[in-house]
């Protein structure tokens, strides 16, 4: 690891505690569509997290916030590139999650309340 991999590492398992308690309060939202578990390849459901609706759905989550941090304090795009390109079909959740924070970034309302508008990029 060199710095820039600490920081993301850092940050990204920040970003878990942040998400977790919200999801948990919306699990409503997206519950009803842990059907498409379906379409997480077996390498992703290997890992015992990601195994679940909820950790798939939270791991997703923290990835898009990972983008969205990465593209203010990496403008050349490294490690949004990366997830993006390398991530798309295995977490298909975090592109969808990552355009619907962009709003955020513009928004005024509660992170916790806007929430509900990209967990509605569940299809």
């Given at each position: ?9 850092i ?17 409503a ?9 379906a ?10 997290f ?10 997703s ?63």
């Amino acid at each position: 690891y060199n710095d820039l991999d600490w920081a993301q590492t850092i940050r990204h398992e920040y970003h878990h505690s942040l998400v977790a308690p919200l999801l948990e309060k919306k699990k409503a939202l997206f519950m009803d569509k842990a059907s498409l578990m379906a379409r997480v390849p077996d390498r992703v459901k290997a890992i015992p997290f990601y195994r679940t609706w909820e950790g798939f759905v939270d791991e997703s989550l923290v990835q898009a916030l990972d983008i969205r941090v990465g593209a203010t304090y990496d403008p050349g795009g490294g490690l949004s590139a990366w997830l993006l390109a390398g991530r798309r079909q295995e977490f298909f959740l975090t592109e969808p999650f990552a355009e619907g924070l962009k709003g955020y970034e513009v928004s005024t309302v509660p992170f916790e309340e806007y929430l509900t508008q990209v967990l509605a990029a569940i299809r």
